[in-house]
């Protein structure tokens, strides 16, 4: 019976569908961690395969080809290097499991499947996996490891069973999606299972972004005193060799390690907008982005967001005056063109509203201007950075925000157009917190410069469309402090009108979001894809019937 062990905890960014390439980071990081002296090299869930893989497990060929890497892969165990703990997809269409795997000596010796399937949020598990048997743990090399698959460590019948069945330490792989706050979650289910079972904890997690899920890395270990051995980055790659000693009571204790620094809730935000921007660009195989750049604080930092994330080279701004754009406006997008270095241009669309008049005055005599003809503005510069995109590949970029996707206040077929929304999940107050932040603050790994990168009158000024004389958001939205809480009463608190107007609010405003915001769900279903920040986002995260006569209160009201 050996007393010591060195496990490497392999926090890693793995390609949906890659299997190839993942495999190939798999081998990477056991050749690093086999110099570094350890025994057992833990990565992350479904690694194998990318996480979420969705609907691609429901197919024969793909789940043959996740096979055919796994066995490999375990061949090149056959050596003097360490052993390796997996996950993958595995089984077949009939019984597909959420699974990790012991490749060792040669040989996949050990198979567990995720018990816990969630089908909630972001999750569709139940869909597409089977939910496996809760087993023992696994010996390897004289040590009983209790291994779970993430969801499983939510509860505590998983680990229970893993403690009565002899676990000596408990190993977590996961592939949980960023949202705020939840790490501190995830920390307190890990030491509440520890404090359970009595058994320290490794938890592996992976990076990365995946469509609109980010991931934010933090792998840790807990001794069984529930204290931090060790701290993996956030937002980034990371690999750590731990070192476990059994003590004469046979309980096994890490030594302390690699302690990285928490990151802030703002820094979080930024971090996860620059790595789901990144990784969908870059693992897309699209060689840049274009946006189009208003003057206003949405645009600005979905540009900040695109240069941090893929270097000023990469990012073409286009500014599109109309005859409502004002001076100012043109000044603060040229600013901040400058402090970033974005490739600029500028296309007016004067001749284009005259085009689109002349083209419909048959059909609009006897009316009068309204948002018909601003729609037209906004519709006019999205052709337009449409037409640029397909002529140079790069991906355009929508500037909108949670906010304004709430209540409608995005233009179908204008500045909605687009394939990747960064601001898509942040409310405008969150918006000016990050600008500021941002202003001070320079993110780790970003490609971008130091200092200010966002103009102060950019942050400062009241906030508009400019799309007729004198415009702003305030002459039709409530004062954007007083509309965001609504909304995240209505959209993540779930709460009725009468439980927001308790809050405070007056009912009439709080009566208004609701209609504005049900109305504007056919809207969203046409949304570009954004990065998921909050604990509730739109797409996945809520999944709301388009034809909705529900009034937002109870039974007792007529519906309106």
Same mark, same amino acid.
């Given at each position: 019976?050996?007393?010591?062990?060195?496990?490497?905890?392999? /926090?890693?960014?793995?390609?949906?569908?890659?299997?190839?390439?993942?495999?190939?980071?798999?081998?990477?990081?056991?050749?690093?961690?086999?110099?570094?002296?350890?025994?057992?090299?833990?990565?992350?869930?479904?690694?194998?395969?990318?996480?979420?893989?969705?609907?691609?497990?429901?197919?024969?060929?793909?789940?043959? =080809?996740?096979?055919?890497?796994?066995? !490999?892969?375990?061949?090149?165990?056959?050596?003097?290097?360490?052993?390796?703990?997996?996950?993958?997809?595995?089984?077949?269409?009939?019984?597909?499991?959420?699974?990790?795997?012991?490749? $060792?000596?040669?040989?996949?010796?050990?198979?567990?499947?995720?018990?816990?399937?969630?089908?909630?949020?972001?999750?569709?598990?139940?869909?597409?996996?089977?939910?496996?048997?809760?087993?023992?743990?696994?010996?390897?090399?004289?040590?009983?490891?209790?291994?779970?698959?993430?969801?499983?460590?939510?509860?505590?019948?998983?680990?229970?069973? +893993?403690?009565? =069945?002899?676990?000596?330490?408990?190993? %977590?792989?996961?592939?949980?999606?960023?949202?705020?706050?939840?790490?501190?979650?995830?920390?307190?289910?890990?030491?509440?299972?520890?404090?359970?079972?009595?058994?320290?904890?490794?938890?592996?997690?992976?990076?990365?972004?995946?469509?609109?899920?980010?991931?934010?890395?933090?792998?840790?270990?807990?001794?069984?005193?529930?204290?931090?051995?060790?701290?993996?980055?956030?937002?980034?790659?990371? +690999?750590?060799?731990?070192?476990?000693?059994?003590?004469?009571?046979?309980?096994?204790?890490?030594?302390?390690?690699?302690?990285?620094?928490?990151?802030?809730?703002?820094?979080?935000?930024?971090?996860?907008? %620059?790595?789901?921007?990144?990784?969908?660009?870059?693992?897309?195989?699209?060689?840049?982005?274009?946006?189009?750049?208003?003057?206003?604080?949405?645009?600005?930092? &979905?540009?900040?967001?695109?240069?941090?994330?893929?270097?000023?080279?990469?990012?073409?701004?286009?500014?599109?005056?109309?005859?409502?754009?004002?001076?100012?406006?043109?000044? $603060?997008?040229?600013? !901040?063109?400058?402090?970033?270095?974005?490739?600029?241009?500028?296309?007016?669309?004067?001749?284009?509203?005259?085009?689109?008049?002349?083209?419909?005055?048959? @059909?609009? %005599?006897?009316?009068?201007?309204?948002?018909?003809?601003?729609?037209?503005? &906004?519709?006019?510069?999205?052709?337009?950075?449409?037409?640029?995109?397909?002529?140079?590949?790069?991906?355009? @970029?929508?500037?909108?925000?949670?906010?304004?996707?709430?209540?409608?206040?995005?233009?179908?077929?204008?500045?909605?157009?687009?394939?990747?929304?960064?601001?898509?999940?942040?409310?405008?107050?969150?918006?000016?917190?990050?600008?500021?932040?941002?202003?001070?603050?320079?993110?780790?790994?970003?490609?971008?410069?130091?200092?200010?990168?966002?103009?102060?009158?950019?942050?400062?000024?009241?906030?508009?469309?400019?799309?007729?004389?004198?415009?702003?958001?305030?002459? &039709?939205?409530?004062?954007?402090?007083?509309?965001?809480?609504? !909304?995240?009463?209505?959209?993540?608190?779930?709460?009725?009108?009468?439980?927001?107007?308790? $809050?405070?609010?007056?009912?009439?405003?709080?009566?208004?979001?609701?209609?504005?915001?049900?109305?504007?769900?056919?809207?969203?279903?046409?949304?570009?894809?954004?990065?998921?920040?909050?604990?509730?986002?739109?797409?996945?995260?809520?999944?709301?019937?388009?034809?909705?006569?529900?009034?937002?209160?109870?039974?007792?009201? /007529?519906?309106?």
């Amino acid at each position: 019976m050996r007393d010591a062990i060195r496990i490497a905890i392999a /926090q890693t960014n793995p390609t949906v569908g890659a299997l190839h390439l993942n495999a190939d980071t798999v081998r990477m990081i056991r050749d690093d961690a086999a110099a570094q002296g350890a025994d057992l090299v833990v990565f992350s869930e479904l690694i194998m395969s990318g996480y979420p893989p969705e609907d691609l497990v429901l197919r024969k060929s793909f789940l043959e =080809a996740v096979k055919e890497q796994v066995y !490999l892969l375990a061949n090149e165990t056959n050596d003097s290097g360490p052993a390796v703990l997996i996950g993958a997809p595995w089984g077949d269409v009939d019984a597909c499991y959420n699974a990790v795997l012991l490749l $060792d000596g040669g040989d996949v010796t050990h198979t567990r499947c995720k018990h816990h399937l969630p089908s909630y949020g972001v999750f569709d598990e139940q869909r597409v996996f089977q939910p496996g048997a809760i087993q023992g743990p696994i010996n390897f090399d004289g040590i009983r490891l209790g291994v779970m698959i993430c969801e499983d460590m939510w509860f505590d019948d998983v680990s229970e069973t +893993l403690k009565e =069945a002899g676990a000596e330490l408990l190993i %977590v792989i996961n592939g949980s999606p960023f949202e705020l706050d939840k790490n501190e979650v995830r920390l307190n289910h890990a030491i509440a299972r520890v404090s359970e079972t009595g058994l320290p904890l490794i938890y592996v997690h992976q990076v990365g972004g995946q469509d609109d899920l980010v991931f934010d890395g933090g792998s840790f270990a807990l001794n069984a005193d529930r204290s931090i051995a060790a701290q993996l980055e956030w937002w980034k790659p990371d +690999l750590i060799v731990t070192a476990w000693q059994r003590s004469k009571d046979k309980t096994w204790t890490c030594q302390l390690t690699q302690l990285a620094q928490p990151t802030s809730r703002l820094e979080n935000i930024y971090q996860a907008m %620059v790595l789901g921007l990144r990784d969908y660009v870059n693992k897309n195989n699209f060689p840049g982005v274009i946006l189009g750049l208003s003057g206003g604080v949405d645009s600005a930092l &979905s540009a900040a967001v695109a240069v941090d994330a893929l270097g000023s080279d990469r990012v073409h701004c286009i500014m599109m005056p109309s005859p409502y754009t004002s001076a100012e406006s043109i000044g $603060d997008s040229e600013e !901040l063109v400058r402090l970033m270095g974005m490739k600029f241009d500028t296309i007016g669309i004067q001749e284009a509203m005259d085009a689109y008049s002349a083209m419909l005055a048959k @059909l609009f %005599v006897g009316t009068q201007p309204d948002v018909t003809e601003e729609n037209i503005q &906004s519709r006019a510069r999205g052709m337009l950075l449409m037409a640029i995109s397909n002529k140079f590949g790069k991906i355009v @970029l929508s500037t909108g925000n949670k906010s304004e996707m709430s209540v409608g206040y995005a233009t179908l077929y204008g500045d909605m157009c687009g394939g990747y929304s960064v601001l898509k999940d942040l409310y405008k107050t969150t918006v000016y917190e990050v600008c500021r932040w941002r202003n001070v603050n320079f993110p780790k790994g970003a490609l971008g410069p130091t200092g200010k990168v966002i103009p102060e009158q950019i942050i400062t000024k009241a906030p508009t469309a400019e799309l007729r004389p004198n415009q702003t958001d305030q002459d &039709s939205l409530p004062p954007y402090s007083i509309l965001d809480g609504i !909304l995240k009463g209505l959209i993540e608190g779930e709460k009725s009108i009468d439980e927001i107007t308790s $809050d405070g609010y007056a009912k009439e405003t709080v009566q208004q979001v609701w209609h504005l915001l049900k109305h504007a769900e056919y809207k969203r279903r046409q949304a570009p894809p954004g990065v998921k920040v909050t604990h509730v986002s739109f797409g996945r995260d809520r999944r709301y019937p388009i034809m909705n006569a529900f009034n937002g209160n109870g039974i007792n009201e /007529q519906d309106t």
